[in-house]
């Protein structure tokens, strides 16, 4: 398993570019399989999520190539309809076939996700909004076997509360449905965003009615499609964040601010500065830190896939703050490991306490999940002394090149491979 060496404290200058984003990408290849022929995303970065969704869609029968930075699946070929324990234990997201394959081939086999280390993570939601479309669900030997012989038919869906993957599937399985689908209380979070655009591009009819609902008309059949998805906002938050951790002024380029709106308000109260153009954003942190509370919420409230990032940068505030997490209360298994590096941090009924600290010093500590890793680069890049971070292959599934991106601007990261 790689780890990182991070040689903490060098001065960071100049650009760094977001690549596309994970969480918009990850559906999008699912929904490819609503199609024949070929579909075409650009700006699809080499990040292990895609290495194992294209696994995935290979099983299913789809062609995927990614080359450079575009990514050609031709789903003309798919048929069949299991997605196997060994990639869905490995992957979540795994769970976004279930919506494709029940509208293409009227079943679908997917394996029922486990626990992760954020927490049990139920799939509840999407499993009662395919039912309301009229899918039979059984589960048995660790599947979710789904069928609806005649095809599924459109419903009116309300979610009792806000889930981007529920939120994904359903629509995936209501564009081919027979008549009208309402879904309410969806999730707004510019991922999703990004996947009606480009349902709405194969030919769907999804329009945004007000209080957060959506319309979706079905129709019977949908055409591939080429888009360039969009900047990764946590890719570019946690890049933001480091400038500010290491009190270090760079741009950030090619992102979309508007996304980001939730973490900079945040950053000024702690005392940074933005210059905002066209996609770029230029950092000017604070020589000192304000501590400033968070609570992670849906979009667009703090984004949970940024809490840990920001804890670590709370970690040298000049004061205390908390910090609350409402979207996965157990995610908070970077505490321990931050406090290896020196941080002080204490969870009190469940909320986490960050007393900030003078310096961060290195020591060996160890990723425990994608965001949790990308919490501790930051620390190591702030902390005086040597980091070794291990089982980076957290960070693998979700950043690409992170280390060759920081250390392009003056950083010290070396992978050790092991
Ligand atoms: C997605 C993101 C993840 C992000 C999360 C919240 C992807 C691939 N992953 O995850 O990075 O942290 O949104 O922004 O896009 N829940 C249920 N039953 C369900 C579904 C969800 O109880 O059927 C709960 C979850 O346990 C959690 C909350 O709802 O407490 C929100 O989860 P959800 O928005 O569904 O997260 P994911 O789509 O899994």
């Not at 969480?23 to 650009?42: D, F, Q, R, V, Y």
């Not at 069928?147 to 995936?172: H, W």
């Not at 940074?272 to 400033?292: H, L, Q, R, W, Y």
Request: proline share 4%; aromatic share 6%; glycine share 8%.
């Amino acid at each position: 398993m790689d780890a990182f060496l991070i040689n903490g404290k060098k001065q960071l200058s100049g650009k760094i570019s977001v690549s596309g984003a994970k969480n918009a990408i990850l559906p999008i290849m699912t929904a490819t399989l609503l199609t024949e022929g070929k579909s075409i995303l650009h700006n699809v970065p080499h990040i292990n999520d895609f290495k194992m969704m294209s696994h995935l869609l290979r099983i299913i029968g789809a062609r995927v190539e990614h080359e450079n930075n575009t990514m050609k699946i031709d789903s003309s070929n798919a048929g069949y309809w299991e997605a196997p324990y060994e990639l869905v234990s490995k992957m979540r997201a795994s769970i976004y076939v279930l919506g494709p394959l029940l509208a293409k081939f009227n079943k679908a086999s997917v394996a029922f996700p486990g626990g992760c280390a954020i927490g049990t993570r139920p799939v509840d939601l999407h499993l009662m909004a395919i039912e309301k479309l009229g899918a039979n669900i059984t589960i048995e030997h660790g599947y979710i076997n789904a069928n609806c012989p005649d095809g599924l038919v459109g419903a009116e869906i309300t979610f009792p509360f806000i889930s981007v993957g529920a939120t994904a599937n359903t629509l995936m399985a209501a564009v081919l449905a027979k008549g009208k689908s309402i879904l309410n209380n969806i999730a707004l979070e510019p991922e999703i965003d990004s996947l009606i655009s480009f349902l709405n591009k194969m030919g769907a009819k999804i329009k945004h009615l007000h209080n957060n609902s959506l319309e979706i008309i079905g129709v019977d059949k949908l055409s591939p499609v080429e888009m360039t998805m969009i900047p990764d906002r946590i890719e570019a938050g946690t890049l933001l964040l480091s400038s500010a951790i290491t009190k270090n002024s760079f741009t950030i380029c090619n992102c979309e601010p508007q996304h980001l709106i939730s973490l900079i308000e945040k950053m000024e109260l702690a005392g940074c500065k933005f210059e905002i153009s066209d996609g770029n954003i230029t950092v000017f942190p604070a020589e000192m830190i304000k501590p400033v509370d968070i609570t992670t919420e849906a979009y667009p409230g703090f984004p949970t896939d940024l809490q840990a990032q920001f804890m670590s940068y709370m970690t040298l505030a000049n004061g205390k703050c908390q910090i609350k997490e409402t979207i996965f209360p157990d995610r908070f298994m970077h505490i321990a490991e931050l406090n290896r590096l020196g941080a002080n941090i204490q969870i009190n009924n469940g909320i986490a306490e960050v007393s900030g600290v003078k310096k961060l010093s290195g020591a060996e500590v160890m990723a425990t999940d994608l965001r949790a890793s990308a919490a501790l680069v930051l620390a190591g890049l702030a902390a005086e002394g040597e980091t070794t971070i291990s089982r980076i292959y957290h960070i693998d599934r979700g950043y690409e090149k992170i280390e060759q991106k920081l250390n392009a601007i003056g950083a010290d990261i070396k992978r050790i491979i092991q």
